[in-house]
């Protein structure tokens, strides 16, 4: 009978358990380039680094094709090649590899807008195209701005609500949201709320029937 080996020959035979392996730069490409880019760090021959790193990268390429879809990916995976190595990798490099520090840093943080909005159902775009139109000097211009942005309120308000709304309201809401600093001209109408709800549905993307209800 055949002597069962205990996990410490199996170890010692090339199997490894994964807690016990070094973590994975990029995943996509696997472990076994990894380890192929950790034997080029051990060559003390710069020829024998550089043919061993053009192997490495085309065995990227065969591994990861998606990378093909990018832009310049002969300089994408040369970067990638440079990460998995910790930047230690000597080698003649073809393209130019973007720096250690620029690839760890991090973004900046965007800033938070806390300012509370008045009627916040129109979105805060409403309010600074509103706060746009009062600092327009040209009263024409001016005017041809709010008339477009009412026409737009009324469309936001009637695809929120999916109810019909007066001309009124709309006019309420936009003086509000520009601390009456805008006058609306008194024979200025908006579209019938009938007229803004078909357009939005023919906006809308229609749904091919299933092939159980097509006609044949």
């Keep these: 009978m055949e002597e069962v080996k205990n996990p410490k020959v199996f170890i010692e035979d090339g199997m490894e358990y994964n807690t016990n392996r070094r973590d994975i ?28 790193s053009n192997q490495i990268v085309q065995a990227m390429e065969i ?25 230690q ?6 393209y130019e590899i973007v720096p250690e520090d620029v690839i760890k840093s991090k973004p900046e943080l965007v800033p938070l807008i806390k300012t509370r909005l008045n009627k916040k159902q129109y979105g805060r775009i409403i309010a600074d195209l509103i706060k746009k139109a009062v600092e327009i000097e040209d009263k024409e211009l001016q005017q041809e701005f709010v008339l477009m942005i009412l026409v737009q309120m ?63």
């Design 89 to 94: 990798l000597d080698v003649d490099y073809p």
């Design 154 to 216: 009324k469309r936001i308000y009637i695809n929120w609500t999916k109810d019909v709304v007066s001309d009124d309201v709309i006019f309420e809401d936009f003086k509000a949201i520009s601390n009456y600093q805008l006058s609306i001209p008194t024979d200025f109408k908006l579209p019938q709320s009938y007229e803004i709800k078909n357009r939005i549905k023919t906006h809308q993307p229609t749904q091919q029937p299933s092939k159980k209800f097509r006609k044949r």
């Design 25 to 52: 730069k990029l995943t996509q490409y696997g472990r076994n380039i990894q380890k192929l880019v950790d034997y080029a760090l051990t060559l003390t021959d710069r020829e024998k680094r550089n043919n061993a």
């Design 63 to 87: 591994l990861n094709p998606r990378v093909k879809q990018i832009d310049d990916y002969k300089r994408v995976l040369w970067n990638h090649l440079a990460i998995m190595s910790n930047f």
